[in-house]
C-alpha cells in the first residue's frame, strides 16, 4: 500500500490544480464580481444566476487555499475572492434581519430566499476564512455577528426564518444543524483559538445534538429523531443519509482530536464513519447510495439511489483521516475502494471538476460541473485536505 | 389493428378493476376518515401522513367512477368518498382566507402548506364531482365559491397565497396554471352546462395564456415563458416536460372537439401532443423523459432522464382520443407503442395499480405504488377514459 499512498498524493495534487484552473478560468464575473456556478462540463455558463451557498463557498475555498496551500497563495485568488465577498456583502444579507437569500441574479438582485439558516452559515465561513486571507479585522467582526445571529435563531427564536408554525409538524432534531454549527465553530477557533471559551457550551450542545442521531444500538445514523432523541414516524424518521454521516463522521473526529477525547473518537470512527459505509456502499455496482431507509422500504426521494460526488469526497476526507489517526490498514483499504471508484467515475481528467451525479450502475446523469447545488468547494476541499494529510503520511 | 383494439380494452378494464381493488382495500382510513397515500407495492401503509393533492383525487376519481362507470356504480364507493370528502372540509381549508394545506397527518392537523394554488384545484375538483355523485347541491356552491378563489389569485392579487415579492425574480407565465383553469372549468361545465357562458372570457384567457408556450416556430413547447410570451433566459426558461406537453394537449383537444375549435384541434394534436411526444420518447430505452432542455444542455433536475408513470397514463388517452377524432393509424400506432412500454414496465399484475418511478433503463427504481406525490388518480383517470374510448370505437 505504501505505492499507492504515493499515487493517492500525486493525483489528487494534480486533480486539485485541475480543478481549480476550471474554476478560475471559466466562473468569474468581470462584470459585476461573484462567480458564475452553473457551469457545463467544459466550463460554458448555462445560466448566470448566483446560489448564495456556492458563492460564499467558493470564496471560502479560495481563501483556504490562499491561506494554506503555498502554491495557491496568488494575489489573483485573493483579488477573485474579495470581488466576491463584495459582491455577496453588498446583496446577498438582508441589513436588518441578516437573513441571507438564496439565489441572485447576476447583478444581485434576490430571487429566492430559504427559510433555514445554511447561506446564513456558508456567508460566515467565507467572512471568516476572508479575515484570515486578508488580515481585515472587519471580516471577523461581521462573522461573529452572523454567528450570534444563527445561534439565536437555532436555539432561541426562529421567527425571523419566516417558518410558519404548523399545528401538525412534528418537532424534530436535525442532524445538519448541530454538524453545521459543529463546523462553524471549528472554522472561527481555526482563524482565533481564544474562541475556545465562548463557545465551550455551544460545542457541547452540538455533540449532546449529534448523539441522538446514534439509534438502534448504535449500529445507524438517522437524519432526523426528536428532540428528547427518540425515532420519528413514517419517512422522514427511518431516513439515513450515508454520506452525510460520513460528514459529520470526521467532523467530530477532527474535534476530537484537536481536544483529546477518546469518547468522541470512538463514535466518530465506528458509528458516523464505518457503520454508514457498510450499509450505504453499493455492493453491486459499487459507490455511496444517497438515501436509504432503514427497515429497507423504498425510499421517496427520486435520487435515493443515485451516486453524487459530495459524499465521495466526504467518504475519503473520513477515511484517510481514520487511517492517518488509526494506522489501521483496513482503512487504508477502503480508501483505495473509494478512490478507485471515483477516479474511474466522477473526475474529468479532460476538462477538470468532478462530474456531480451518476446514476446507480454508474453512469453520469447530468454532465454539468456547476450547478444550483454544486460548486466550487466539495471537490477542493477533499483535494487539499488529503493532499495534506498524505504528505503528513509521507513523513 | 384491429384485433389490438379488443385486446387494449380487454386489458385496460382488467387492470382497472385492479388498480381500483387496490385502493379500496389497503387505502381506507376507517379511524379518522381520508385515505393512507403512502402504500407500498402490495399495499402496506409505510407514512400515516395524508397529501392534499392525493386525497382530494382520489375522492375524485370515485366518484367519477361512481358518476360514469356502471360497475363502479356502488354504494360503499361512494360512501368511502364522503366519508375522504368530510375529511378534507373539516381539516384541509384554512376557513379565513380559504388557502388548502399540502400535508396532514392522519388526524387531520396541518404540516406543511404551499403557496401555490393547486391543492386548492384539486379540493375544487373532488367537491365538484362529489356534488355530482351526490346530488347535494352544498358540494357545488363550495366549488364555485372555491373557483372564484382561484381566479382571483391567479388573475389579480395573489397576496393570500404567501409568496414573498421578490426584486429579481423574473415575471413567468407557468403552462401548468393556464392548463389547470381550463380542466377545472371543463370539471364544473360537466356538472352544470349553463356555467359555459360565466366562463367564456376565463376559458379565453386560458387559451390566449396556453398558446404562449408554442415557441421556436410551434416546434417545442416551453413550460416557463414571460408574460408577453417570450422565451426566458435560463435553465428555467429553456426547461421542457413532455408528458406535460401531451396532457395539456389532450385537455386542448377535448375542448375542441366539444366546442368544435378546428384551430385549437390542430394546434392540439401537431404543437401539443405529436411534438413533444417525439422529441420526449427515448429512442435508446424507450419511454418518455420527464424534463429537457431545449438546446440540450444538460438538465439540472435529478429526475430529469427518468420514467414517470403519468406521463405515460396522459400520452395514452391523449394519442386514443387522437386516433378517434381522426381515424389516423398512425396514431393508434403510437398508443400501442406506449402501450407495450408500460404494460411490460409499470404495470403490476400482481399487486394491482403501476408502479411509479423507473430509471432510464426501465428498471425500477422506486417500487411503492402510493407516495407523496402518487396516489388514486392518474392511472384509473386513464384507464376509465381509455375503456370508455375503446368502447366507442368497437361500436
Redesign the interface.
Known amino acids: 500500500m505504501a505505492s499507492r499512498l504515493v499515487e493517492f498524493y500525486e493525483r489528487i495534487a494534480k486533480d486539485l490544480d485541475r480543478t481549480m484552473d476550471f474554476w478560475l478560468k471559466h466562473s468569474h464575473d468581470e462584470t459585476y464580481g461573484g462567480f458564475f456556478n ?1 457551469l ?2 467544459d466550463g460554458k455558463v ?4 448566483k446560489h448564495v451557498w456556492l458563492q460564499a463557498r467558493q470564496i471560502w475555498t479560495y481563501c483556504r487555499l490562499y491561506n494554506e496551500v503555498d502554491r495557491f497563495r496568488r494575489q489573483d485568488i485573493l483579488e477573485a475572492a474579495l470581488k466576491g465577498m463584495n459582491f455577496l456583502q453588498k446583496y446577498a444579507k438582508d441589513p436588518q434581519t441578516w437573513k441571507c437569500h438564496l ?3 447576476e ?7 430559504q427559510r433555514s439558516i445554511f447561506s446564513e452559515c456558508f456567508y460566515l465561513m467565507a467572512l471568516s476564512e476572508m479575515g484570515r486571507a486578508s488580515g481585515e479585522k472587519t471580516y471577523m467582526i461581521e462573522a461573529l455577528q452572523m454567528m450570534e445571529k444563527i445561534v439565536h435563531w437555532v436555539r432561541e427564536d426562529d421567527t425571523d426564518l419566516g417558518r ?1 408554525a ?5 418537532p424534530t432534531s436535525s442532524l445538519a444543524v448541530p454538524m453545521m454549527l459543529l463546523c462553524l465553530i471549528d472554522q472561527l477557533e481555526s482563524v482565533d483559538p481564544t474562541l475556545e471559551t465562548k463557545y465551550r457550551d455551544l460545542t457541547g450542545w452540538c455533540l449532546t445534538e449529534v448523539k441522538k442521531h446514534v439509534q438502534r444500538d448504535g449500529t445507524v445514523i438517522l437524519e432526523n429523531v426528536s428532540p428528547d432523541g427518540e425515532e420519528l ?3 422522514m424518521g427511518r431516513l439515513m443519509l450515508p454520506g452525510h454521516s460520513i460528514e459529520a463522521g470526521w467532523f467530530l473526529l477532527q474535534y476530537a482530536i484537536t481536544k483529546g477525547n477518546d469518547d468522541v473518537k470512538k463514535m466518530a470512527i465506528d458509528k458516523f464513519i464505518l457503520n454508514p459505509f457498510h450499509y450505504g456502499w453499493d455492493q453491486t455496482h459499487g459507490g455511496l447510495m444517497y438515501f436509504l431507509d432503514v427497515d429497507n ?4 426521494q ?5 451516486k453524487l460526488w459530495w459524499a465521495h469526497n466526504e467518504a475519503l476526507i473520513a477515511f484517510l483521516m481514520v487511517y492517518k489517526e488509526t494506522g489501521d490498514t483496513k482503512m487504508i483499504d477502503i480508501f483505495a475502494k473509494i478512490f478507485d471508484y471515483s477516479y474511474s467515475h466522477f473526475v474529468d481528467e479532460e476538462n477538470g471538476e468532478w462530474y456531480g ?1 451518476l ?2 450502475n454508474g453512469e453520469i ?4 460541473k456547476g ?2 447545488w454544486k460548486g466550487c468547494f466539495h471537490v477542493p476541499r477533499y483535494q487539499m485536505m488529503c493532499e495534506k494529510m498524505l504528505k503528513e503520511l509521507a513523513k
Chains 1, 2 share one sequence.
Open positions: 452553473c457545463s462540463k448555462y445560466d448566470r444566476l439565489v441572485l441574479t447583478e444581485g438582485k434576490a430571487v429566492k430566499t410558519p404548523m399545528e401538525g409538524a412534528v414516524p413514517g419517512c422500504w423504498s425510499p421517496t427520486l435520487e435515493w439511489d443515485m451525479y446514476n446507480r446523469s447530468m454532465d454539468f450547478g444550483p
